[in-house]
T-cell receptor, first 113, second 113 residues
Framework: DAKTTQPPSMDCAEGRAANLPCNHS???????VYWYRQIHSQGPQYIIH???NNETNEMASLIITEDRKSSTLILPHATLRDTAVYYC??????????????FGGGTRLMVKP | DTGVSQDPRHKITKRGQNVTFRCDPI?????LYWYRQTLGQGPEFLTY????????KSRLLSDRFSAERPKGSFSTLEIQRTEQGDSAMYLC???????????FGPGTRLLVL
């Protein structure tokens, strides 16, 4: 699976949009971009994933560049409860393969009042 | 659908003792994964099951570790002769198939004294 690079930490004001970048310049054509977050002492929580097109769900939006070498997770109106470590992961989705997730260091997002 | 559950949530043991953790995946998910997370690091893959078959083990899974999924539903992870280096959060995740999104449980936090 391709390696990802994320800033180690970011701050965001409550109520503002949080834009979390991720570089994955070695991504392959069949690799998806996944985002998880982990709030202190809890298990990772799935947020969103995408292949080529931008995606949106009730939690966030995922913007993937046209060359797929980077992406941005957008939390449109950050709240204090969004304070967490956010992990960007690229993985292949192939049947009968391991498909385990490889976590990097993630970005520690601090939402401030 | 109640999500992935893990039991116990916390375990304190003395070095040399055996411990066993249980994971109940989301109903009808046939893939089950175990990960380990040490303080300040992202989760690392340990092993996974497709139904009752254990298909891959990480080199992190020493011979003191054993995992089972006897009926293809819940899974157990046993650590024999615990060492202080085994202190970590043990996370379980499940997915419908190999290709689909993994959902994590809350984890079992182990402290070996």
């Amino acid at each position: 699976d391709a390696k990802t690079t994320q800033p180690p930490s970011m701050d965001c004001a409550e109520g503002r949009a949080a834009n979390l970048p991720c570089n994955h310049s070695t991504i392959s054509g069949n690799e998806y971009v996944y985002w998880y977050r982990q709030i202190h002492s809890q298990g990772p929580q799935y947020i969103i994933h995408g292949l080529k097109n931008n995606e949106t769900n009730e939690m966030a939006s995922l913007i993937i560049t046209e060359d797929r070498k980077s992406s941005t997770l957008i939390l449109p109106h950050a709240t204090l409860r969004d304070t967490a470590v956010y992990y960007c992961i690229v993985r292949v989705r192939i049947n009968n393969a391991g498909n385990m997730l490889t976590f990097g260091g993630g970005t520690r997002l601090m939402v401030k009042p | 659908d109640t999500g992935v559950s893990q039991d116990p949530r916390h375990k304190i043991t003395k070095r040399g003792q055996n411990v066993t953790f249980r994971c109940d995946p989301i109903s009808e998910h046939n893939r089950l994964y175990w990960y380990r997370q040490t303080l300040g690091q992202g989760p690392e893959f340990l092993t996974y099951f497709q139904n009752e078959a254990q298909l891959e083990k990480s080199r992190l899974l020493s011979d003191r570790f054993s995992a089972e999924r006897p009926k293809g539903s819940f899974s157990t992870l046993e650590i024999q002769r615990t060492e202080q280096g085994d202190s970590a959060m043990y996370l379980c995740a499940s997915s419908w198939t190999a290709q689909e999104t993994q959902y994590f449980g809350p984890g079992t936090r182990l402290l070996v004294l």
